[in-house]
């Protein structure tokens, strides 16, 4: 495999990870909504890769903290959502929904999906059977709607279940295990989210990672991609605002 996919625990409050793309040949490596510099700075350090990239999901603090720092000391493109240029100024390639670019040899698909923010985008890389989704998709869940409407959001899910199923979900927040708990409280009979859910304790319990998780899993075990409608959307989002 040319490609390896790594993860930075940032170890803080929102529990954020930032995944790392690298390319085995060259060590050369993508950095996805990097919060903090020095984290990215020290991983590549130590496994000693090549910062080349920089990918941006959308504008919040704590997924584009790490880069004018970063910038400043690498002299790297920065790809982000074309509809969020005023929060974020120094994205060097914008991008909006449909566009591709390279990496590497490697194609990489835009997705637009609002709903967390007005601008929020995917990166999905057939290759790698990957999306990395930020704050859109979680696994068992999905993101705060901060800016978009119930239906943008439902919209968005849909774009997202829609990918192969195989396909391997990147988010960037380790909310899995409150999720479980809220999954289980909206479908308290799904054998599916009953397992899910104490694997993932287990999981938490040794301190490990839930992700990646799949699109197939997430159409099983995810009540946000088993909603047939923007109303039933919006009720079980609203209700997660107050578990
Ligand atoms: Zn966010």
Not at 8 to 15: H, R, S, T, Y
Request: with cysteine.
């Amino acid at each position: 495999m040319q490609f390896k996919i790594h993860v930075i625990d940032v170890k803080n409050q929102l529990q954020n990870y930032i995944w790392l793309i690298e390319d085995s040949q060259s060590h050369d490596v993508v950095a996805i909504d990097p919060t903090e510099a020095s984290l990215v700075e020290d991983y590549c350090l130590e496994h000693q890769l090549n910062l080349k990239q920089i990918w941006l999901t959308h504008w919040h603090k704590d997924h584009i903290g790490g880069v004018p720092e970063l910038i400043a000391d690498h002299n790297i493109p920065v790809y982000g959502p074309r509809a969020e240029l005023s929060h974020i100024p120094f994205i060097t390639y914008p991008l909006q929904h449909d566009d591709q670019f390279e990496f590497h040899g490697l194609n990489i698909d835009i997705i637009s999906v609002p709903g967390h923010t007005l601008g929020h985008v995917v990166y999905f890389i057939d290759a790698l059977d990957s999306v990395f989704c930020g704050d859109t998709l979680f696994a068992m869940g999905c993101g705060r709607m901060f800016e978009g409407t119930a239906e943008q959001f439902y919209h968005s899910l849909n774009r997202l279940a829609a990918l192969p199923p195989r396909t391997k979900v990147y988010c960037t927040h380790e909310y899995t295990l409150s999720n479980a708990q809220f999954a289980l409280h909206i479908e308290p009979a799904n054998r599916a989210i009953q397992q899910r859910a104490e694997e993932i304790k287990q999981l938490r319990e040794h301190g490990k990672i839930t992700l990646p998780s799949t699109i197939e899993l997430e159409l099983e075990t995810n009540p946000f991609l088993r909603v047939e409608s923007a109303e039933e959307f919006a009720r079980i989002r609203a209700l997660k605002d107050h578990f």
